[in-house]
Every structure is written in structure tokens, then in C-alpha cells.
């Protein structure tokens, strides 16, 4: 849909939760990016295409805004399909003025959010940062290319989902401020005029996407009891070889699993221990420098942990993955359960009772209203599987790609909505529109009067 007005599509993009024809959030960075590093991910800095000497643009508060954070968010905007101008023009520029205006708003509604001790459920974060790794992920063709690019934009997989769970908390928490003051907005009122003219600038002709809205069940292969032993017993000799004497680095290119870092020999670089999985952030918070500890179990297989150094909340990590190797016997059992939770389902069973048992604690079960055309970010298996959607019908199982390269999973989908693309009608979404410009109108007031409450230097 297109929004009208730079203070719209900010509110828009910021209160993305509270609109009904809200467009995409931004990302919201709680720290700036790394200067140096050149990303061909979301999230990641400005392209070689944009050369810039970074500086301060504005600071908010107790905190600075960089140059190079306005160039990844015009970065993001133009991987989403948004149109950007050409480096050096006008039009640029204002958008670059433009998209700091809302980058200080997110910041400003941030430090607010931090005021009021927002706090994120741990489970909601883990999920949520799950999700949008998913679905990164599974834009590209395949979860090596991913990986590759991971390695590309100069991170790790641990640090690239590090940096994506700190733009997940950050928005989570503006949103959970905003729901939490939906009804102190300043009053505002709608007239009719405002109403059709919304309509008429953005939707009238327009065609309504076509959307899909479905519940899954995804099933990962677990590995056989002999499988775990022998996985142990060799996590067991490596430590025994690192405790003897072997290099570090040496047994993580011979021995690990994980090949986002093997050849870095296992670096995962400066951690904070809230991206890490718990019994890893615990072993490697407990361990002394220098010293490997482990194996230490966690869904991904047994690590080997060394911390090499330490600087406030953050630990510098290697380690080494051994992952229990799967076998058709496990891929097997998987299957059959998958075809019997399939089965359960299209007998009437609800989806998230059989999701909270049997599916993967990551992936989310409900996606409502998905548009259509881009079902393929789940995967390509998706994309085949759910060709001909018919709401209530029941697809799968079938196989697709797991967060781990080679380690495919088991999906059961129920779909459940379908809606074919068509014309808007005003009188169809009239009290949506109502409904959205006046949380766009309250909110724009709102903002208005924090930004008196916080300190503001703007330098564009």
C-alpha cells in the first residue's frame, strides 16, 4: 500500500502493531552497526556503492545516531522492493533527512520504553528473533548461500543472530510502550473528507493483494540414542586432545560441525550472553579464560567452549560443535509423525496443542493475513507445497530446509484463510481507515509532545 506524507509513513512505520493498514516496522538498532563491515544482509551497513566518512547525525538523549545507521536503513528499505534515489542527488538527501527523522523517533519512543522498565519476556524475544531469522534466512535460495553471506558481512551466525535479537527487543519494546499508552493518546477526531481522501489517495484502483493466513506444525528428526553416544564420546576426545595440549583453532577446522566459523577456527568474536542459548551462555559465563569446558548439550549438538577474553557484559568465544549424525531411521521416525500429526489435524484436531508437543519451540504456529506473493520466504518447499491454497485444507507433510544446512525438517500446514487478490472498497474497509488515521493523528501528537521531553540535537 502506498502511505502519503513523511510523518505518516514514519507513524505508520513505527506503530506498524497498532494500524490495521500498518506498514512493515523498521528495524531499530539499539547500538550503531560496525563501520567497517560491508553486509549483503538486512541489517547489515552501506554497500560498497555508498562511500561515506561516518559521523554523528544526531544525538537523542544519552545516545549518538550515526551516518552509517541512515545508509543501512536506506539499505533495508531498498532490499523490501522500495524505490531509492541515486547517491549524491537531492532526492537522496531528503530521504536521508527523511529516515534520521525516523530513526530519532524510534530512539526517542526506545529511551522512553526504558524509562518505563519495558521488559520482553524472554520466551517472546527467542521466538520472535527465531522468526525473523527464519525468514531471513529463507530468502535466500538456500541456507549455505545464507550462510555464506552471513560469513560475507564479516559476522558469524551467532553474531549476525546477536545483532538480529537486539533489533527484535528494541522493536518489541516500543511496541509494548505504545499498546501500553494506546489509551492515553492525546483525543483526535476523523471527518468523512479525511476518510475518502486517504481512500482515494491510497487505494482507490489499487488492487488488494492476495493473502494467506495458515498454522503449522514443524517436526525436526532427532537423532538415535547411539547417535548422541557417539557424538558425546568424540566431543569428550576433543576436550581430552585441547586439555593435552592441541591448539584450539587446529581441532575446530578438523573436528567442527558448525561452518559459519570452522575455518575461523571456531570464533564466534565478542558475544553477549543473551544471544547465546542458555546452557551455552551458562557454561561459557562460568568458565575461566583460556580454559575449554564442555561438551555442553544443547539443541544444536555438544560444544566445546573457550572464552578468550572478557570486557563488561560481553565474552570473546570460540568453540567447537559436534553434532550427532542422522540417520534414514531418524528421518523415517520423523516422517510417520509427521504424517500422523497431519493426520490428527485433518480429523479436527487443534494445531497448537500438536505444535506445542511435537513441533519445533522456535518456529511460530499462527501467521495471519501473509501476502500471498511472498510465501516463498519461507522456503521453496512452501512455495510448491501451497500452489493451489483452499482454506481448511491440510498440506503435507513435506520436507523443507531446517535452520541447520543439511538437516531438513517436517512441515504439516493447515491453511487457514485464503483471500484472492481483488479491488479495495471503500465501503468494505471504511472503519479500518477510521480506525487507522486516528491512531496515525494520536499518535503524530503523542510524538510531538515526547520529543519536548527528550533532549534532541539533530546535525543533517
Not at 520436507?399 to 471503500?426: C, D, H, Y
Amino acid at each position: 500500500m502506498r502511505r502519503s506524507g513523511t510523518r505518516t509513513r514514519m507513524v505508520a512505520g513505527i506503530c506498524a502493531a497498532a494500524f490495521a493498514l500498518g506498514s512493515p516496522a523498521p528495524a531499530v538498532t539499539q547500538e550503531p552497526p560496525p563501520s567497517e563491515q560491508q553486509a549483503t544482509l538486512p541489517g547489515g551497513v552501506a554497500p560498497d556503492s555508498i562511500e561515506t566518512v561516518d559521523r554523528i547525525v544526531a544525538v537523542v538523549g544519552d545516545t549518538a545516531i550515526l551516518y552509517s545507521e541512515i545508509i543501512e536503513s536506506i539499505v533495508q528499505a531498498g532490499a523490501q522492493g522500495e524505490e531509492v534515489p541515486e547517491v549524491g542527488t537531492p532526492e537522496f538527501d531528503d530521504l536521508a533527512r527523511e529516515t534520521l527523522s525516523n530513526l530519532v523517533d524510534a530512539r526517542i519512543l526506545l529511551q522512553k520504553a526504558k524509562e518505563s522498565d519495558i521488559q520482553v519476556p524472554q520466551e517472546m524475544l527467542d521466538g520472535e528473533t527465531d522468526r525473523r531469522f527464519r525468514e531471513i534466512r529463507n530468502s535466500f535460495p538456500s541456507a549455505t548461500e545464507f550462510q555464506a553471506a552471513v560469513t560475507k558481512s564479516g559476522r558469524s551466525l551467532v553474531q549476525y543472530r546477536q545483532w538480529l535479537r537486539g533489533q527484535v527487543r528494541s522493536q518489541m519494546m516500543i511496541d509494548e510502550y505504545i499498546r501500553s499508552n494506546r489509551n492515553n493518546l492525546p483525543p483526535v477526531s476523523v471527518t468523512d473528507e479525511e476518510i475518502e481522501a486517504y481512500y482515494a489517495e491510497n487505494l482507490s484502483g489499487e488492487t488488494r493483494p492476495a493473502s494467506i493466513s495458515l498454522e503449522q506444525v514443524v517436526i525436526e528428526p532427532e537423532p538415535g540414542e547411539a547417535a548422541r553416544d557417539s557424538a558425546y564420546q568424540l566431543a569428550m576426545q576433543v576436550l581430552t586432545e585441547l586439555r593435552d595440549g592441541k591448539d584450539f583453532e587446529v581441532a575446530a577446522r578438523e573436528y567442527s560441525m558448525d561452518l559459519s566459523n570452522r575455518e575461523q577456527g571456531g570464533d564466534l568474536g565478542w558475544v553477549q550472553r543473551s544471544a547465546l542459548v542458555p546452557a551455552f551462555g551458562d557454561a561459557a559465563w562460568a568458565a575461566r579464560t583460556g580454559e575449554p569446558v564442555g561438551p555442553v548439550l544443547t539443541r544444536f549438538g555438544y560444544h566445546i567452549i573457550r572464552v578468550d577474553n572478557v570486557r563488561g557484559g560481553e565474552r570473546k568465544i570460540r568453540h567447537i560443535l559436534i553434532q550427532p549424525v542422522l540417520d534414514e531411521a531418524d528421518f523415517r521416525r520423523a516422517g510417520e509423525l509427521a504424517l500422523a500429526v497431519a493426520d490428527s489435524i485433518r480429523e479436527g484436531a487443534d494445531v497448537k496443542p500438536l505444535a506445542e508437543r511435537y513441533g519445533m519451540r522456535e518456529v511460530p504456529v499462527r501467521f495471519p493475513d501473509i501476502p500471498y506473493d511472498q510465501i516463498g520466504q519461507f522456503g521453496e518447499a512452501y512455495a510448491r507445497a501451497l500452489a493451489n491454497p483452499v482454506p481448511g485444507a491440510v498440506v503435507g507433510p513435506f520436507q523443507t530446509e531446517g535452520f541447520m544446512p543439511g538437516r531438513p525438517v517436517f512441515a504439516v500446514v493447515k491453511i487457514t484463510g485464503f483471500q484472492s487478490e481483488g479491488r479495495w472498497n471503500l465501503d468494505d474497509i471504511r472503519e479500518q481507515i477510521r480506525e487507522s488515521i486516528l491512531n496515525e493523528k494520536g499518535y503524530v501528537k503523542f510524538l510531538d509532545e515526547l520529543r519536548h521531553e527528550v533532549y534532541v540535537d539533530n546535525r543533517l
